[in-house]
């Protein structure tokens, strides 16, 4: 993913023009907003809803923190072996009719 350049863009993207920009949902740019993953300028003095800015040096920061070079491990997952041993017996679905244990007990 490469650096974005949008000269002709006005200095500070909303929280849509940012997400567009980033591929993502304005939901995803909220959550990195909260957890002080990318940086924002607070539009107007609101705090029940504020408004959010970014700048496009704060956009291009974000990509590049966020830029992996690994490859993802693409072997299966190792299915876990679990040593837990249970004393119960396997009984029967017609030897619990039979004794009648199935019937629903009387209130």
Not at 34 to 51: L, Y
Not at 62 to 68: G, L, M, Q, W
Request: glycine content about 4%; charged content about 25%.
């Amino acid at each position: 993913m490469s650096t974005l350049d949008l000269s002709n863009s006005p200095l500070l993207l909303s929280s849509e023009q940012a997400a567009k920009a980033l591929n993502v949902s304005t939901k995803t740019l909220r959550e990195f907003v909260k957890a002080g993953d990318i940086a924002f300028v607070p539009r107007g003095k609101g705090t029940t809803k504020p408004r959010l800015g970014f700048h496009m040096d704060d956009i291009n920061d974000f990509i590049k923190s966020r830029r992996n070079r690994a490859c993802p491990s693409t072997s299966m997952p190792k299915v876990r072996s679990t040593n837990t041993t249970s004393k119960s017996t396997v009984v029967a679905f017609s030897d619990l009719q039979r004794l009648g244990i199935s019937k629903k007990p009387k209130r």
